[in-house]
């Protein structure tokens, strides 16, 4: 299954209290993975700040996730497990950056038809505290295909 689907994606950043939101809706294609897992490809745009990248998302569950980045100035591959911090390669138009995730939650409400996607995690550069996170995603079906 590879399905056109629309995707609303809202981005949660806070820092020391400041919260910024941003929020994308576009067209994605979404799949489900032989391991169980879901997939959901994007083009990144001006909104977010990585146009000409594609992003891929992956969850399997509600103890994994990753967020892969490619094209554009912004190369990323952060890797999401409940309850743990990995270690990741996050790249900006500025530079690059080994960047600490420690993923708080993932609630995972995806099916073969769509659904709900929520992660929650804490980002730090060499062990300081950098921002709280947050990701809300609806996959539905593409009405205008």
Do not use: W
Not at 60 to 65: D, I, L
Not at 83 to 98: A, F, I, R, S, V
């Amino acid at each position: 299954m590879n399905s056109d689907v629309l995707l609303t994606l809202r981005s949660i950043q806070s820092v020391d209290g400041n919260e910024n939101s941003t929020e994308l809706i576009t067209q994605a294609k979404y799949k489900a993975l032989k391991d169980g897992s879901f997939q959901i490809t994007y083009d990144e745009s001006e909104v977010t700040g990585f146009a000409g990248a594609t992003t891929i998302v992956t969850c399997k569950g509600n103890k994994e996730a990753s967020i892969c980045r490619t094209g554009g100035n912004a190369v990323s591959n952060l890797i999401m497990d409940v309850d743990k911090k990995q270690h990741c390669h996050y790249g900006t138009p500025y530079g690059e950056l080994m960047v600490g995730i420690f993923t708080h939650a993932i609630v995972n409400e995806l099916d073969e038809n769509g659904g709900n996607l929520y992660m929650k995690y804490t980002i730090d550069i060499n062990s300081s505290y950098v921002s709280d996170n947050e990701i809300v995603m609806h996959i539905s079906p593409d009405k205008k295909k």
